[in-house]
C-alpha cells in the first residue's frame, strides 16, 4: 500500500484515553536511542524526554483522589520559538509543518532549548547540542519504511495518540478534533501546532451527599446545582449510586455557590467553593424538614 501524502501532518493526544502505560514513551526511546537518523543525532538514555509524559494528583481530599495525563512531545508549532532562536538556520519548519531542528548547524546553539515554551527541547552535553523529537519524520519520508505513522501513535495500545493528516478536513484526526474538546497547552497560548491536545483536565467540584449521619446512608438521587458567582453560569446533576456528585471542567479560579436539595430534607447551601485547585467539597448530611 502506498503512503498517501499529507499536507500537515500532524498528532492528536487525548488525555481521557490515555492509560499512562508509557508505551509511547518507551517507543520513542526504542526508536531514537542508540544510533543516528538523517534528522537527528541518537538521543541519550537517560535525561532527555521526547515523548515527556506529564502526570499529576488532583484533589484537595482524599476521598476524592484522581490522576491526569498528558503525552506531551515537542509541539511542531507553527510559529516556532525555537527557529527564530536559531542562528544560521539550525533550526526550520518544513513545508508539511514538522520542526527539526538541524544535528550538525545547530552545534553549541543553547538558546534554542531555552526559547522552547513546552519544554520539548533538550541539551545534549556531551554533543552541545539541542535536541528534540522529530515526529519521526526521517521514517515518514522513508518510502521503504512500511509503517504509516510516527512510532509513538504506532505503539499505543488505547488509542490516545492518533496521526493523520491536519489538512484534511476528512481524516481520521481532523474529526476526532472537531468530537472532542480541544485543550492546548496553555505555555502556547493561541499558537497553532501540529500536535494537538485534547481533554486535558481543568478543575473539579465534587462532593457527597447523605441522610442524617446516625443513619450511615448514602443518598441517591439527591440534586445539586452549582452556580458560578462572577458569571452566573449554572451546572446541575444528581447524585449516584455512592451519594456522590461531581462537576468536570470547570473554569480555574472561579468561586461557586453549591445548592442540595432532596425531597423531605431541607436544603443545603454552600457559597464560595473554589476551583483554585480540584476540590471536594465534603459530605454533607441532611436534616429532615
Not at 92 to 114: S, T
Not at 132 to 156: I, W
Request: charged share 25%; aromatic share 8%.
Amino acid at each position: 500500500m502506498l503512503k498517501k501524502p499529507m499536507k500537515k501532518p500532524g498528532i492528536a493526544i487525548n488525555s481521557a484515553r490515555c492509560m499512562a502505560c508509557y508505551a509511547c514513551f518507551m517507543a520513542c526511546k526504542d526508536e531514537h536511542c542508540g544510533w543516528d537518523t538523517a534528522l537527528s543525532k541518537a538521543q541519550p538514555e537517560l535525561g532527555q524526554y521526547w515523548m515527556n509524559i506529564h502526570e499529576w494528583e488532583r484533589g484537595d481530599n482524599e476521598r476524592r483522589v484522581k490522576t491526569a495525563t498528558v503525552p506531551t512531545p515537542c509541539s511542531h508549532c507553527d510559529n516556532p520559538a525555537c527557529v527564530k532562536a536559531a542562528r544560521d538556520g539550525a533550526a526550520y519548519k518544513r513545508e508539511d509543518g514538522i520542526v527539526i531542528i538541524d544535528p550538525e548547524k545547530a552545534v553549541g546553539q543553547k538558546q534554542i532549548v531555552d526559547a522552547c515554551p513546552v519544554g520539548a527541547v533538550y541539551w545534549n552535553e556531551a554533543l552541545q547540542l539541542p535536541q528534540k523529537c522529530t515526529m519521526c519524520a526521517e521514517l515518514l519520508d522513508d518510502p521503504d519504511y512500511p509503517g504509516f505513522e510516527p512510532r509513538c501513535v504506532e505503539a499505543c495500545p488505547n488509542q490516545a495518540l492518533v496521526f493523520g493528516d491536519l489538512a484534511d478536513p476528512e481524516s481520521n484526526i481532523s474529526k476526532l478534533i472537531a468530537a472532542n474538546k480541544v485543550t492546548q497547552l496553555e505555555c502556547l497560548g493561541d499558537m497553532g501546532s501540529s500536535v494537538v491536545h485534547l481533554n486535558i483536565p481543568s478543575r473539579f467540584l465534587a462532593g457527597t451527599v447523605a441522610y442524617p449521619q446516625e443513619l450511615e446512608e448514602v443518598c441517591i438521587g439527591a440534586k445539586v446545582k452549582i452556580t458560578n458567582e462572577a458569571s452566573g453560569e449554572v451546572c446541575e446533576t444528581e447524585t449516584n449510586w455512592a451519594g456522590d456528585y461531581e462537576f468536570e471542567n470547570l473554569p480555574k479560579n472561579a468561586s461557586y455557590t453549591v445548592e442540595i436539595s432532596f425531597p423531605g430534607f431541607k436544603p443545603v447551601v454552600y457559597k464560595g467553593e473554589r476551583t483554585d485547585v480540584d476540590h471536594y467539597v465534603g459530605i454533607t448530611y441532611l436534616e429532615k424538614e
